[in-house]
């Protein structure tokens, strides 16, 4: 266990619980879940015990070098641990998160700004689906006589027609839902409590309102749009396991072997936007709402394999090289002569 020497700072700090403020200083609830998480691990890891007022306090009251020393140390851990570089880099955002958070309400006089490094992470690597055919083959199993199968089959619809997240999916309730106007209200990534309307097809607005009159909660303006089916899950909205369990069920029944999730079905949504508009870039951006067009071309690059397509060209110019059998010494000797 490492010790952190008290300073009079810190005396100040126990009285504040920072993590709390931290955290409802957040509005994503999955960040505020991986931030507490990460916060934990760092001073389990590097202190020996769970975080406390007055342990947070005594770190924070150490100098810039010294945080930056402890943090730099908890990176050589994770890195001996194999974590990916996307984990990596998200446990020590946590770290800086809290320093600087604790710096601007006063509690702490350290800037640690560009004294520990995160890992070089390449985005979108792999923006793969499944295939059109392989999406229509998951459309076409919900039982849709049953409760579960309209409420299923209106969620494959969002996810593979509106290239919607997980917990955009989660968060609607059913006063986002207007089947006359064919719109759904949702709340981006990083929006806030700032909702965005978008157009739905007619047929997935039929779906929904299929649904909504069979669980019998369409009148129940604040209540989630999809919710358990099951006894005692009824009125309860769905979670984020909940929806890829949901998913990877129909994906097992496909006999896709692909490990499929929501997102998985996102990026189908989005590649294949991408072939039916001809790779029209600005136009699929509306729909998958990426803040950067950036996203999208490294969608559109993965789609068309350019990559593949030059490689396939230089081997062209260089077959008949390759075919040619190599000539020994004692030929390329005996021609010269």
């Known amino acids: 266990m490492n010790d952190i020497s008290s300073n009079p700072i810190a005396e100040l700090n126990q009285r504040e619980d920072i993590v709390s403020l931290l955290l409802a200083d957040k509005r994503s609830e999955n960040t505020r879940r991986a931030y507490r998480y990460d916060l934990h691990d760092f001073f389990r890891t590097r202190f020996g015990v769970d975080p406390t007022p007055e342990l947070i306090g005594q770190f924070l009251a150490q100098s810039a ?9 908890y990176k ?58 392989q999406a229509k083959q998951l ?43 064919r719109s759904l209200r949702i709340l981006g990534k990083g929006a806030g409590t700032q909702r965005t309307l978008i157009t739905i097809n007619e047929h997935t607005a039929t ?17 989630p749009l999809f919710q358990g089916c099951h006894r005692g899950a009824s009125q309860q909205g769905l979670t984020g396991d909940g929806l890829y369990k ?25 590649t ?27 969608y559109n ?18 077959a008949v090289v390759a075919e040619e059998p190599a000539t020994s010494a004692k030929e390329e000797s005996a021609r010269s002569e």
């Open 65 to 73: 070098d010294r945080i930056a020393f402890h943090i730099a140390v």
């Open 76 to 133: 050589g851990d994770l890195i001996s641990r194999s974590l990916s570089e996307a984990t990596i880099n998200r446990r020590l955002a946590a770290i800086h998160s809290l320093v600087d958070y604790a710096r601007r309400v006063g509690l702490t006089d350290a800037n640690i700004t560009g004294l520990i490094r995160g890992e070089k992470v390449i985005p979108y690597r792999d923006t793969s689906g499944i295939t059109s055919e």
């Open 139 to 181: 459309l076409s199993l919900p039982d849709r006589s049953t409760l579960k199968g309209k409420r299923d089959y209106a969620i494959l619809l969002l996810l593979l027609e509106n290239a919607l997240r997980s917990a955009e999916v989660r968060r609607c309730r059913v006063s986002d839902f207007d089947p006359q106007d």
């Open 207 to 223: 779906a929904i309102q299929d649904y909504l009159d069979a669980a019998g909660h369409g009148s129940e303006r604040d209540a």
């Open 246 to 270: 949901i998913i990877e069920e129909y994906a097992r029944r496909a006999g896709i072997e692909k490990r499929i999730s929501p997102h998985r079905l996102r990026h189908t949504s989005i």
């Open 272 to 298: 294949t936007a991408l072939d039916v508009t001809g790779g029209n870039i600005a136009v699929v951006q509306q729909l998958s709402r990426h803040a950067s067009v950036e996203t999208v071309i490294r």
């Open 301 to 318: 690059d993965n789609r068309v394999g350019n990559q593949a397509k030059v490689t396939a060209m230089l081997g062209e110019v260089f």
